[in-house]
């Protein structure tokens, strides 16, 4: 056992915008900047220095600023500070550093979130004032979760509280693992018993749906703003689909590894120049769903106390699970090892590699020519997964 911290962020859109907003904004984008500034010159990159040479300059400057402005804008400077200095080092900055964006960094001296209430009290210019926010189901898995920091923000669709949540769980001593191999309309599990499951997603034919869309709309409206609502509205739709769907998914894979308490995945940080990405790419996630479908797992998979393990990915769907000789192609998407003749699915086989991978980093001997072969031949039990289906709504 030990204790895990999860960090998540929600997002809380103000019904109203604040009064004198704009010059709360105006003020601390001055003061990031001054402070950006001091911190180039005198290369100051301790948040403590920083704060201490200019706090007294800048309290006499902003008297009405509610004082923890300053902390955080100190905060926000040193960190934009730093890592310019590691993209000049890299020559990839140019100029002097600057604060540009509509963002301010709240600590919990500035806000105060009541999710029962439904209100977000605010230290502004005029003192502290209480904002109602639009309430999102989401928001209410959050009641027990401890409240961190927190980012405001200015947007053309409204202004935005985006609060940083965490909560402690304890992660519990794996005594298996489920393998998961993602792919772009299926997952595939490798159960410790020996089974495998496929989950059917459909994600491909989700984004070629939405793909065709944006191609209609493209050659049937003129650019201007009625084509860019349409394309961001269908934007949209497609990202919530895919977070519903993801989100299912998930609840199905945890549901499959709890009672087994460990669940192993493909390290995407080792994929990036793997032959996996290049040669392998046919029928692949897409990177931004492999990272964020990976991300949902790993938290989900905690809240529960399932471990989470990652893997080195290279060739799980081009060695045999069994003698780890070399697999070719043998049809559409079978393979066939050339040493001993073991034939099975892609997708079985790469969720297979993956647990062996995992038992393996866990220093668990398996033994060898153990097929899992429960299914015949390795065939999964499939399930469909439903999804909202807004496409044409
Ligand atoms: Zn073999």
Redesign the pocket.
Known sequence: MHSETIKLTAKFKLKEIPEGLDDLFSAYREIVNFLITYAYKSNITSFKRLKKETYKELREKYPQLPSHYIYTACQMATSIYKSYRKRKRKEKANGEPVFKKEVIMLDDHLFKLDLEKVIIKLSTLKGRTSFEFYPAKYHEKFRDWKVGQAWLIKTPKGVFINVVFSKEVEIGEPFAFIGVDLNENNVTLALPNGEFVQIITHEREIRTGYFVKRKKIQKKLKAGKRRRELLEKYGRRERNRLNDLYHKLTNKIVELAEKYGGIALEDLSEIRDSIRYSAEMNGRLHRWSFRKLQSIIEYKAKLKGVRVVFVNPAHTSSL?P????KLSSNGHRALK?E????EAGRDVIGSWNIRLRALKMWGVTVPPKSPPMKTGGGKPTRYEINTLHTING
């Open positions: 045999c069994m003698c780890g000789g090892c040493n001993c003749g073991f």
